[in-house]
């Protein structure tokens, strides 16, 4: 049985920082893409960021230079550093996985808050 289970979601002030952690079991941890992604209220759910299982790294142009997608094969884990958060930064956020194309697993979610 394949899981994601996000944690480090919380309420923060503006300009603060968080780090996301995902832990999957049940799939080769490697052999994944490993993405972020996050859902605010009213809105479509969009993709922050995304880490190959080779290390290779994209983000959306919302968080780039202030968030860092890192990947703990070690460990079966994702994480998500946040840095310089703000309001619109709020959302509930989604780790999820791929092999090809298509994003096969996914958790089920955690909050982060930016509010002064």
């Known amino acids: 049985q394949v899981q994601l289970v996000e944690s480090g979601g919380g309420l923060v002030q503006p300009g603060e920082s968080l780090r996301l952690s995902c832990a999957a079991s049940g799939i080769i941890f490697s052999n994944y893409d490993m993405g972020w992604y996050r859902q605010a209220p009213g809105k479509q759910r969009e993709l922050v960021a995304v880490?190959?299982?080779?290390?290779?790294?994209n983000y959306a142009d919302s968080v780039k230079g202030r968030f860092t997608i890192s990947r703990d094969n070690a460990k079966n884990t994702v994480y998500l550093q946040m840095d310089s958060l703000k309001p619109e930064d709020s959302a509930v956020y989604f780790c999820?996985?791929?092999?090809?194309?298509?994003?096969?697993?996914w958790g089920q979610g955690t909050q982060v808050t930016v509010s002064s």
């Open positions: 880490v190959t299982g080779g290390g290779r790294t």
């Open positions: 999820a996985a791929r092999q090809i194309t298509l994003w096969d697993y």
